[in-house]
T-cell receptor, first 114, second 110 residues
Framework: GAGVSQSPSNKVTEKGKDVELRCDPI?????LYWYRQSLGQGLEFLIY????????KSGLPSDRFSAERTGGSVSTLTIQRTQQEDSAVYLC????????????FGQGTRLTVV | GENVEQHPSTLSVQEGDSAVIKCTYS??????FPWYKQELGKRPQLIID?????GEKKDQRIAVTLNKTAKHFSLHITETQPEDSAVYFC?????????FGGGTRLMVKP
């Protein structure tokens, strides 16, 4: 595809359920980032993947959050036992690995936990 | 890790006036500083960026300045227009890790 693609665009889930959010980065982009954006707030870093290196998970807010990236391409962010405070827009971005490479964002997944 | 501070959090200007948004960063290894604009309900998009070997860059009405010694960089928008109203994010990259500031909500009043 031409850009970073995220699915689903919107997700409404019941408190306590698990959800999976998907990100398809731009082909050839080895760096992939997940951010969370609550309504009217900034971009909260969650996790970063670079090629085959171990991901930087320092931003994950709790052990209910996990992410993986298969084959260096598609990434899935999983939230277990969702809570109402998990409601936010989850944004994925990807870039090439060289310094000064622009990061492109997906359109985001709006998660609502009811 | 890197820490990026952005000020102000909100900025209201009259159409035609200039707007300045400032960011500071902590990691001296950071060498790439992009600025993103996020319109309501849309994804952030790059509007301008600067690399550490350059002190200033300009693109029409927007410009960015970088002071590596002081570890701060700024976005300048001249002759603001209502369509400039959005949230602006600065970021700093050390290695491949991209860290964002908290964002500035710019409102341009017609």
């Amino acid at each position: 595809g031409a850009g970073v693609s995220q699915s689903p665009s919107n997700k409404v889930t019941e408190k306590g359920k698990d959800v999976e959010l998907r990100c398809d980065p731009i082909s050839g982009h080895t760096a992939l980032y997940w951010y969370r954006q609550s309504l009217g707030q900034g971009l909260e870093f969650l996790i970063y993947f670079q090629g085959n290196s171990a991901p930087d998970k320092s931003g994950l807010p709790s052990d209910r959050f996990s992410a993986e990236r298969t084959g260096g391409s598609v990434s899935t962010l999983t939230i277990q036992r969702t809570q109402q405070e998990d409601s936010a827009v989850y944004l994925c971005a990807s870039s090439r690995s060289f310094a000064g490479s622009e990061a492109f964002f997906g359109q985001g997944t709006r998660l609502t936990v009811v | 890790g890197e820490n990026v501070e952005q000020h102000p959090s909100t900025l209201s200007v009259q159409e035609g006036d200039s707007a300045v948004i400032k960011c500071t960063y902590s990691d001296s290894a950071s060498n790439y500083f992009p600025w993103y604009k996020q319109e309501l309900g849309k994804r952030p998009q790059l509007i301008i960026d600067i690399r550490s070997n350059v002190g200033e860059k300009k693109d029409q009405r927007i410009a960015v300045t970088l002071n590596k010694t002081a570890k701060h960089f700024s976005l300048h928008i001249t002759e603001t227009q209502p369509e400039d109203s959005a949230v602006y994010f600065c970021a700093a990259r050390a290695g491949n890790m991209l860290t964002f500031g908290g964002g500035t909500r710019l409102m341009v009043k017609p």
